[in-house]
């Protein structure tokens, strides 16, 4: 029976060994990733437009329950306005992961990260697994 040493030093140690065997895969994909930048984001505001799972739009405009707004602002904080009431809360942001994860510290102080799909002037999609264990895509329009 192994320690919980041991155990500990095997695990690092097949971990050490996949993250070099990815690290060292080579792809012949001529299209590198797109390139994002966090001046889109401070540009005026984004209204969720859309909800899509595996491609296909579930929910649109007025129909979506819970429509919002962001605005984020150059120094990380965002303000999150719902559409229906008007009501506001106020958050942190930043970019990780090379740019490709957008991380919210909402007005709760509680976490939440989404891969960053695309983000150009005029549009920014973002993705999560919901509850449900479904990738949802939220798809916002750029407003000035």
């Known amino acids: ?10 695990f690092l140690l097949v971990f050490a060994f996949w993250g070099l065997a990815l690290s060292s895969c080579q792809t012949d994909d001529d299209d ?8 889109y984001l401070t ?3 984004w209204r969720l437009d859309a909800i899509q799972e595996a491609g296909q739009t579930v929910s649109s405009g007025s129909g979506i329950k819970d429509r919002h707004s962001f605005t984020f602002r150059p120094d ?3 303000t999150q ?14 970019l990780m992961g090379s740019n490709t ?19 150009t002037a005029t ?3 973002y993705n999560w697994v919901n509850k449900d264990n479904v990738v949802e895509e939220y798809v916002f329009s750029a407003q000035p």
């Open 81 to 94: 306005t719902f559409l229906d009431d008007g009501e506001t809360f106020d958050g942190s942001w930043m």
């Open 43 to 45: 540009v005026g505001s």
């Open 123 to 125: 549009e920014l999609r």
């Open 101 to 119: 994860i957008l991380h919210f510290t909402d007005h709760k102080g509680d976490d939440h990260q989404y891969i960053l799909v695309s983000l």
């Open 32 to 39: 590198p990733a797109p390139s994002v930048s966090s001046q």
């Open 76 to 78: 990380g904080t965002y």
């Open 1 to 10: 029976m192994f320690t919980l040493r041991a155990q500990f030093s095997v």
